[in-house]
């Protein structure tokens, strides 16, 4: 659904892509928003969730050595873009961070923890690892199509193997691309997404043949197009073989802090603290809408278009035929359980196990014997981890 507000001032947030090289202060740059502080003067609740397996593992001391609670860090561990969502998702909603024994997270004042940045280091793991299950999917999809073609051997293994993603499978990851950096624009806090960088190509003839030609540019090494909905973008480089010294180079900031095409020296995140102070004042204004809403929403008003009901269409997938479906074994139960939890990230796991919890249910459904006590808990359990 549209949101509709006026144009008085609201409360600014920090909206950034960064990306370069390894070894030039990109983590260390994020960091510092440990450092900042929010209009009360409190200092930042920080959730980092880090894809690069310690990306900032070897600065920990150093925050401390400064003088950070590390109660107002949180670091989460993942390479998975659907579990960075779900973490995202929470902050969104303003929900209670748990973890695995059920735990609420406190910060540094004994309260339920709520970022006021997020930094996801970095877009390109969770672009190649998005990829590659894109790209076992369409493997199972092969095989699918192998096996309805009747191909063995030689022949069912080529087809299988040599499956690689497709045209829907790539508009599929630039929606999801697009999505995650409209989910952040969602929480209302600020956050960093960091890149690695790559070389920008275009297509030539050469002889008759398409070819990728380099054009000397380099350009964030992550999902197609998340540039066009964060406020400031810049590379982070060394000037030729000097390591000693760090540039930033400003594709845009919409802060007004840089200019597009300002290169800056030794670039620190809290020359943006006085932006942030300006508009301490003015009033909170967070845009909750998502791609995955607004498709919900575009669905409703192409049925309303159709003459259909909002019931003739369903958010969820259509469901099998069930004409000669049998009742569930106990085993069947298990089994769909143990799937859904295979698949959930540790949030939606923790969130299972509380609602199971409250509703007076064991958690242990693998060793339970009473099929009728199975289906409550998996009812409960399905709810919450879909």
């Known amino acids: 659904m549209a949101i509709v507000c006026d144009a008085s001032a609201i409360r600014k947030k920090l909206r950034m892509l960064v990306y370069g090289e390894q070894g030039t202060g990109k983590s260390r740059f ?19 969730l880090d894809t690069e397996s310690g ?113 829907k499978d790539y508009q599929q990851l630039n929606f999801k691309g697009q999505s ?21 190509t275009e297509t030539k003839l050469v ?59 030794d670039l620190t995140l809290l020359e943006y603290q006085e932006y942030l102070d300006r508009s301490a004042k003015n009033r909170e204004v967070i845009i909750k809408n998502g791609l995955n809403d607004a498709v919900k929403t575009e669905m409703k008003l192409r049925a309303r278009e159709l003459g259909l009901d909002d019931n003739d269409i369903s958010d969820d997938a259509p ?16 089994a769909k359980l143990n799937d859904l939890i295979a698949s959930a990230s540790p949030v939606k796991k923790s969130a299972a196990q509380k609602a199971v919890k409250a509703a007076g249910l064991s958690t242990a459904f693998r060793s339970m014997t009473d099929i009728e006590e199975l289906k409550k808990v998996a009812a409960i359990m399905e709810k919450e981890l879909a």
């Open 30 to 48: 994020a960091m510092q928003f440990c450092y900042m502080k929010t209009p009360e003067g409190r200092p930042f609740r920080v959730l980092y």
């Open 55 to 167: 990306s900032i593992d070897d600065y920990r001391e150093e925050l401390m050595d400064n003088g950070l609670d590390p109660m107002n860090l949180r670091i989460v561990y993942t390479q998975s873009l659907a579990e960075v969502q779900d973490f995202i998702h929470t902050v969104a909603d303003n929900e209670d961070f748990e973890d695995e024994d059920g735990n609420v997270w406190l910060d540094a004042d004994d309260k339920p923890f709520r970022a006021d940045a997020i930094v996801v280091d970095s877009a390109t793991i969770l672009n190649l690892t998005t990829k590659q299950g894109l790209t076992n999917f369409s493997q199972k999809r092969a095989k699918v199509k192998a096996a309805a073609q009747g191909l063995t051997g030689d022949e069912k293994s080529v087809k299988i193997e040599g499956a690689g993603m497709e045209l």
């Open 180 to 200: 995650l950096i409209l989910d952040l624009n969602a929480t209302g806090v600020s956050y960093i997404v960091i890149c690695r960088e790559k070389d920008e």
């Open 207 to 265: 002889n008759g043949s398409s070819v990728s030609v380099s054009t000397g540019r380099k350009i964030p090494d992550g999902f197609k197009g998340q540039e066009y909905n964060v406020g400031t973008e810049f590379r982070m480089y060394h000037p030729g073989d000097d390591k000693s010294i760090n540039f930033a180079y400003f594709d845009k900031d919409r802060t007004g802090v840089h200019n597009g095409g300002e290169v800056v020296e």
């Open 319 to 334: 469901a099998e035929n069930t004409s000669e479906s049998k009742e569930p074994s106990l085993d069947d139960i298990k």
